[in-house]
C-alpha cells in the first residue's frame, strides 16, 4: 500500500470507529456510512426506509448501500447510484440465482423483444414498463439490452428477484403466496390467477385462510406446483403457446397443429419449411422441441398432484387437457384455413410488415387494419388458451364458457365475415 492511501485509510478506520461509537450511543444499530443513507433517506423515502426497516436484510445488516453502492451520497449525485439487478442479488443469493437462470422466467424480456409487434407498440410500454415491459421485466438483461434501455432514457426495471419479493421486504412469506403472482398470471392470455383462484384448489386455500379448514387441510398453491421444494426453475410441458415438436401421429391433429405454425409464423405457409422464427422459439425455449422434454415436465408434475390425487387421476385429468388441445386446434385450424384462402384469393391485402400473405399472429391486433383478422387471432390468443389452461387449472367454466364456446362463436363469426367479404369483394 502506498504511503498517502495508508493515512487515508488510517484516517477512515479512525472516523468509521468513532462514528460507531456515535450510533452506539445514539442507540442506532447501523454501520457508518449506512448511516448516513438512511438518516437523509429517512426524509426523502421515509416509508422505504420502514420498508427495509421490517426486512430479514436489516435484521442481518444488509443496508441501502450494499445494493446502491455508495457513491450517490447528496441530493445532487443521485445519477451515481447504482440500481442493483439480479447480479447484485446473486452474490449472497447464489442457488436461487442459479435456479432463476435456468428457469422459464429468465426469458421473459427476450421472448417479448422477439415479437415484431413489440417493436411498433410505443417504447413506455416496453422498455418503460406500462404495459408488456411491466410483466416481460422477467429476466436477466445481457450487458447489450441494459444499455439500450439506458441509451433510450430507461432507467430502472433493472432486476426479477423484485417481482415476487417486492422491495424493499423483500419477503419470503410474501413470495409463498399466490398473490405475488397475480399482476402478471392474469386476464385477457393467462388468467391463471382467475382460474386458479376460482377452482377447487384456490378457493380451499382462502377458505383455509379464513379458518374454515383447518391447518394442515389440502391446497395446492400456485408455488407449490409450479416452483416446488422452493425451487426459482419453473417450466411446463406445453408452455404458453400449447404447440410442440414432433408434430402428433394423428394425421388430423398434425395437420391443423401445422396450421398454427404457419399462423405463428414458424412454418413458411407456402413451402411448410421452418423459418428463422423456429431459431427464436428454440432460443427462447417457447415450445419443447422433443418428445422427451415435454415427457419429463408432465411426469415432473403428476408426481406433484400424486402427492394428494391418485396417480393414474392425475394423468387422466392431465390427459384430458392435451385432447382438450387437440380439439381446439382443430377449431382454429378450420379459422385459420378460411382467413388464409382469403389472403390467397387476393381478398387480402398482404400488410407491408407481414412477411406472408398468410395470417401472422405474432402482430397481435396490428393487422393491417383486416377485422376478421382480429376475431382470428382474438380466437387464439384469448380463447384457445383458456380452453386448456382451463383444464389444467381445474376450472370448468373458464375451459367451457370462456374457451370452447367462444371459440365455436368466434369460428361462426369468421364464417359470416368471410361470406360478406367474398360477395362484397369486387373483381378488377
Ligand atoms: C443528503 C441526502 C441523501 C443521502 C445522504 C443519500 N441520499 Fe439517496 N437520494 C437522495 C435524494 C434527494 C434522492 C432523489 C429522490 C427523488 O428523486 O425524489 C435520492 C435518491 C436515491 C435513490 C433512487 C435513485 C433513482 O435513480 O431513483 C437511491 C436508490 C438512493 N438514493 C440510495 C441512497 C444510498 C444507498 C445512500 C447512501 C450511500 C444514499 N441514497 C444517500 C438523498 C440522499
Ligand atoms: C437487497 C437490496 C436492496 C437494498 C438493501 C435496498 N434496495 Fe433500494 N432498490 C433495490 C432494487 C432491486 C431496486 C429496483 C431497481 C430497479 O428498478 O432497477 C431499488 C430501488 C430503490 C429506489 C428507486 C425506485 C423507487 O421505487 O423509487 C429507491 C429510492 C431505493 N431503492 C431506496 C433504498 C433505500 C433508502 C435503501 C435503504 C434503506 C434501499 N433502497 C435498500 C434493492 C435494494
Ligand atoms: C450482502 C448480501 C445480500 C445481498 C446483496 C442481498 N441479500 Fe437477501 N439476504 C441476505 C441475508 C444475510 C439474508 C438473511 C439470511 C437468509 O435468509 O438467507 C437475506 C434474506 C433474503 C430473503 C429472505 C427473506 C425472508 O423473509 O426470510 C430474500 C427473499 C432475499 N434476501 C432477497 C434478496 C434480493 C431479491 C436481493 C437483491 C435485490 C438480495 N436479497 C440481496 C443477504 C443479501
Ligand atoms: C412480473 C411478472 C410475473 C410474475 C410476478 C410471475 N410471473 Fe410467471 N411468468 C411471467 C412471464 C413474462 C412468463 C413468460 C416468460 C417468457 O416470456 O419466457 C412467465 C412464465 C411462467 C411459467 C412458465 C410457463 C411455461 O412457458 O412453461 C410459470 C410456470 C410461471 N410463470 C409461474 C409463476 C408463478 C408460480 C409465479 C408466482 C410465484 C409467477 N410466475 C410470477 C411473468 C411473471
Ligand atoms: C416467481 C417468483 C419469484 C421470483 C421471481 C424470485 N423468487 Fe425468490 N422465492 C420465491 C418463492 C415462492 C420462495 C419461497 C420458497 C420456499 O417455499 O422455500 C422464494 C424464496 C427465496 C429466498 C429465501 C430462501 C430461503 O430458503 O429462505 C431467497 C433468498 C430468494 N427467494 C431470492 C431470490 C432471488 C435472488 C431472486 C432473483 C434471482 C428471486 N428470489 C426471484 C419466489 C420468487
Ligand atoms: C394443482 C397444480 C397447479 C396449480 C395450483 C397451479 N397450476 Fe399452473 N399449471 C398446472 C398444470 C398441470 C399445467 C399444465 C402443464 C402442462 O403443460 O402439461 C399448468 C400450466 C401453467 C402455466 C402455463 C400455461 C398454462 O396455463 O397452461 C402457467 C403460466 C401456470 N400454470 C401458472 C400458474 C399460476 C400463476 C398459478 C396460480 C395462480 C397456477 N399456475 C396454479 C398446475 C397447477
Ligand atoms: C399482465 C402481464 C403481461 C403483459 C401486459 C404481457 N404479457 Fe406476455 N406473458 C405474460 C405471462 C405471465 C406469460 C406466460 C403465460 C403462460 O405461460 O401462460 C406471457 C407470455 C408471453 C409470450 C410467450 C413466452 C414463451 O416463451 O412462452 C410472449 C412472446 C409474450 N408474452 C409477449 C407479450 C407481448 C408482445 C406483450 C405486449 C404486446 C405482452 N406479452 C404483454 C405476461 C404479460
Ligand atoms: C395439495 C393437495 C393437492 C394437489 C397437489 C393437487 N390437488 Fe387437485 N384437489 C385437491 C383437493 C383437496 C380437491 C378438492 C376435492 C373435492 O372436490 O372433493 C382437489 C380437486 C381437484 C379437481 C376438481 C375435481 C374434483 O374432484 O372436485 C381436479 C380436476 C384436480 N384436483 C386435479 C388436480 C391435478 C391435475 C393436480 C396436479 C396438477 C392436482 N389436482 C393437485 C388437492 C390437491
Redesign the pocket.
Known amino acids: 500500500m502506498e504511503e498517502r492511501h495508508k493515512i487515508l485509510f488510517a484516517k477512515g478506520t479512525i472516523l468509521i470507529a468513532l462514528l460507531g461509537t456515535l450510533a452506539l450511543i445514539s442507540g442506532s444499530p447501523v454501520l457508518a456510512d449506512e448511516n448516513e443513507c438512511i438518516s437523509c433517506h429517512r426524509k426523502v423515502t421515509p416509508g422505504f426506509v420502514a420498508d427495509w426497516g421490517v426486512s430479514k436484510h436489516a435484521e442481518e445488516e444488509v443496508t441501502c448501500s450494499d445494493c446502491h453502492g455508495d457513491r450517490h451520497r447528496t441530493a445532487k449525485d443521485v445519477h451515481l447510484v447504482r440500481l442493483p439487478d439480479e447480479h447484485v442479488c446473486g452474490e449472497c443469493h447464489e442457488d436461487q440465482f442459479g435456479q432463476f437462470a435456468r428457469g422459464?422466467?429468465n426469458?421473459?424480456w427476450r421472448?417479448?423483444n422477439a415479437l415484431p409487434v413489440t417493436h411498433m407498440e410505443p417504447d413506455e410500454l416496453m422498455e418503460g414498463g406500462v404495459g408488456c415491459g411491466g410483466?416481460?421485466?422477467?429476466g436477466i438483461k445481457s450487458a447489450a439490452e441494459k444499455r439500450a434501455l439506458r441509451d433510450k432514457g430507461y432507467r430502472y426495471q433493472n432486476n426479477s428477484c423484485d417481482?415476487?419479493h417486492t422491495r424493499h421486504a423483500f419477503s419470503v412469506k410474501e413470495?409463498r403466496h399466490p398473490r405475488?403472482?397475480q399482476?402478471?398470471?392474469m386476464g385477457f392470455d393467462h388468467p391463471q390467477w382467475e382460474m386458479w383462484s376460482s377452482s377447487k384448489h384456490g378457493t380451499r386455500f382462502f377458505v383455509k385462510q379464513a379458518g374454515r379448514l383447518p391447518e394442515g387441510a389440502a391446497a395446492p398453491t400456485?408455488?407449490f406446483c409450479?416452483?416446488p421444494d422452493g425451487t426459482h426453475e419453473?417450466?411446463?410441458a406445453w408452455?404458453?403457446f400449447g404447440v410442440r415438436l414432433p408434430l402428433p401421429a394423428d394425421k388430423q391433429w398434425s395437420a391443423d397443429r401445422t396450421a398454427i405454425l404457419k399462423a405463428l409464423g414458424v412454418l413458411n405457409p407456402e413451402t411448410g419449411e421452418p423459418t428463422r422464427r423456429m431459431e427464436m422459439m428454440k432460443s427462447?425455449?417457447m415450445i419443447r422441441f422433443t418428445e422427451d422434454a415435454w415427457k419429463r415436465e408432465r411426469e415432473r408434475m403428476i408426481r406433484i398432484c400424486s402427492t394428494c390425487h391418485a396417480g393414474q387421476y392425475a394423468r387422466q385429468r392431465l390427459e384430458m387437457g392435451d385432447r382438450m388441445i387437440r380439439q381446439s386446434d382443430h377449431l382454429m385450424a378450420r379459422g385459420i384455413r378460411i382467413v388464409a384462402s382469403l389472403y390467397k384469393d387476393g381478398i387480402i391485402k398482404k400488410p407491408g410488415h407481414y412477411p406472408f400473405a398468410y395470417p401472422d399472429f405474432f402482430y397481435f391486433y396490428r393487422t393491417g387494419g383486416s377485422y376478421i383478422d382480429q376475431v382470428l387471432f382474438k380466437m387464439y390468443m384469448k380463447y384457445r388458451m383458456r380452453t386448456y389452461q382451463g383444464v389444467f387449472h381445474a376450472n370448468p367454466d373458464y375451459t367451457y364458457w370462456y374457451g370452447w364456446a367462444a371459440m365455436t362463436k368466434s369460428l361462426g363469426e369468421i364464417k359470416e365475415l368471410a361470406r360478406t367479404m367474398r360477395a362484397t369483394h369486387k373483381v378488377k
Open positions: 422459464k422466467h426469458y421473459g421472448s417479448l410483466c416481460h421485466n422477467m417481482e415476487c413470495a405475488a403472482c399482476q402478471c398470471h400456485c408455488q409450479h416452483l419453473n417450466r411446463t408452455g404458453f427462447t425455449r
